[in-house]
């Protein structure tokens, strides 16, 4: 027999026994069970006190199962398959289903005030409104781990939980967090943690990036003032009437139910601890966590700061709507044959083949034995873009049908319409909406992309490797000549070969790692032979 097939929950000392009684190792089976769970408490719900007791008691687990499961969908390339996207699925109904009875506590807290209908959760009210507003948050947690938009209605449940947490009038009231993050917190830190990672750019970070945002912003919540006025003519601000997350705005803009955020103390914090950092000091000292490390840590730190409080950088170069479509090769193969305009053609071993080749070798017993009047297979994939905009050095792309997944920090080949060549770019951000439909923000590499064969330089005569798929990109104004590897390649001071079509090869030493990508190293380089 299940545990949600036990007899109805009343209180916290029979959810005591079925949790003893669960089977929760599993992820999956453990977030359907403790959604079932949930939901028969919606339809049955015992006393209020006892109901808050019992979900006190369940967050825990609720946390720990959400942790292991998201796991199933969190960096995977997009679009998800259909067992990640189940996966998901089942995070965000387990997070609406906890937030969703925490609310309806609050709200009968609510409509209990009046002195003859005295509920039994009085004094509870911040700790309901904490409570709800962290399964919003958390839920928007998961749809950034997995890239996914973020719709109005959530945006909007958010909203309305931090005016009834105001109203109420225990807006900064802390309770206890009861979770690793933090001892105490508080409504309007928990809803500052969500406006500080929607202007963190999270769909640009990397999963060790997003742990740490997640860890800093709820450490940093309570250094942001919520306000009805600015404290200058901008700031950042949002619409707690609205569905949609903060935005930069002036003091036009103020209205009853506009917050703007003032940040003099979380500058300070945060600037202090960049400081700190450039002079040596261990991000572990600083209360950044024991996992972050240097340099990357600073760099994200200097991002966050930016974002956080100064307005919108402007962009370098303009953006234009267009209506074109774009073609995107992924894949160093494709890439290689679309910016070369033929295939590789290594030095291969006897026992190395391509994939057509060794397709001729079973049909004909021979590769190339055999003529066959069919026409030629494209030497590369590629897709077509709708072109959302672009500028000189970025593009923002859509595609609404199917076609490859695409990685974070991958590098691809776009050619926009009319261009007569393709250019290397990657991949800096990328999210899934509501349609389904995948949004990628994909920025140019500097310098002109010149296809290569690279291979590592023999340590002895005639232990030579074959090439394998590079790029050559020519010096520009702000940056050097420079190499694409297959990733994992970059190692100071390592010797390789580079051949440009049919030319000699050249020897040079990699000198600086300038970027690494999800499939790529991109390297500066000098020439010695």
């Not at 998901?88 to 925490?102: E, I, K, P, S």
């Not at 404290?231 to 139910?257: H, L, Q």
């Not at 024991?290 to 974002?307: F, I, M, S, T, Y």
């Not at 017993?365 to 994939?381: E, I």
């Amino acid at each position: 027999m299940l545990p949600t097939e036990c007899p109805p929950i009343t209180d916290r000392k029979a959810c005591e026994a079925w949790l003893a009684r669960a089977s929760l190792a599993d992820p999956r089976r453990a977030c359907r069970e403790l959604t079932i769970l949930l939901e028969s408490l919606e339809e049955t719900p015992p006393r209020d006190s006892d109901y808050l007791d019992i979900l006190e008691r369940l967050r825990e687990p609720v946390a720990v199962a959400q942790h292991e499961h998201t796991k199933r969908f969190a960096t995977r390339p997009l679009p998800l398959k259909e067992d990640e996207q189940a996966s998901f699925h089942q995070v965000a109904d387990l997070w609406n289903t906890l937030g969703r009875a925490y609310r309806r506590l609050l709200e009968n807290l609510i409509d209990s005030r009046p002195a003859h209908l005295r509920s039994e959760l009085q004094g509870k009210e911040a700790l309901l409104a904490q409570r709800a507003l962290d399964c919003a948050v958390d839920l928007m947690l998961a749809h950034y781990r997995c890239r996914r938009e973020i719709d109005g209605e959530l945006w909007r449940e958010c909203h309305q939980l931090y005016r009834i947490a105001e109203g109420l009038g225990v807006v900064k009231e802390t309770v206890p967090a009861g979770r690793r993050l933090k001892a105490v917190s508080s409504p309007i830190e928990v809803y500052n943690r969500a406006l500080l990672l929607a202007l963190a750019h999270p769909y640009a970070l990397t999963p060790r990036e997003l742990g740490w945002l997640r860890r800093w912003s709820a450490m940093w919540g309570y250094k942001v003032e919520l306000q009805l006025h600015p404290d200058g003519n901008e700031a950042y601000a949002v619409d707690t009437s609205g569905d949609a997350g903060p935005e930069w705005r002036g003091v036009a803009d103020a209205a009853p139910a506009v917050r703007f955020l003032a940040v003099p103390a979380l500058r300070r914090s945060v600037g202090g601890r960049i400081k700190r950092l450039d002079a040596g000091e261990d991000p572990q000292a600083l209360g950044l966590g024991k996992d972050c490390v240097q340099p990357e840590c600073g760099r994200l730190l200097v991002a966050l700061l930016r974002n956080w409080t100064e307005r919108p950088a402007p962009r370098q170069f303009s953006r234009r709507r267009a209506l074109e479509r774009t073609e995107l090769v992924s894949g160093m193969g494709d890439i290689h044959a679309a910016i070369g305009g033929k295939p590789l053609r290594s030095q291969a071993r006897h026992w190395d083949y391509s994939r057509r080749e060794a397709d001729q070798l079973f049909i004909y017993q021979g590769v190339g034995s055999q003529q066959v009047d069919t026409p030629a297979a494209p030497a590369f994939n590629s897709e077509r873009w709708e072109t959302l905009d672009e500028s000189a050095t970025g593009f923002r792309l859509r595609r609404a049908g199917p076609g490859e997944r695409l990685y974070h920090q991958q590098l691809v080949a776009l050619k926009a319409a009319g261009a007569n060549a393709y250019m290397l770019c990657d991949v800096r951000w990328l999210v899934v909406g509501y349609d389904e439909s995948v949004t990628i923000g994909a920025h140019a590499l500097p310098g002109m992309a010149e296809a290569a064969a690279v291979r590592p330089v023999a340590s002895a005569p005639g232990e030579s490797e074959p090439y394998t798929y590079g790029f050559l990109l020519a010096a520009t104004v702000n940056h050097p000549d420079s190499v694409i590897l297959p990733v994992g390649w970059f190692q100071p001071g390592r010797e390789i070969e580079i051949r440009v079509d049919d030319q000699l090869p050249v020897k040079v030493r990699l000198e600086t790692q300038l970027r690494r990508g999800y499939d790529f190293d991109q390297a500066s380089f000098k020439i010695i032979g």
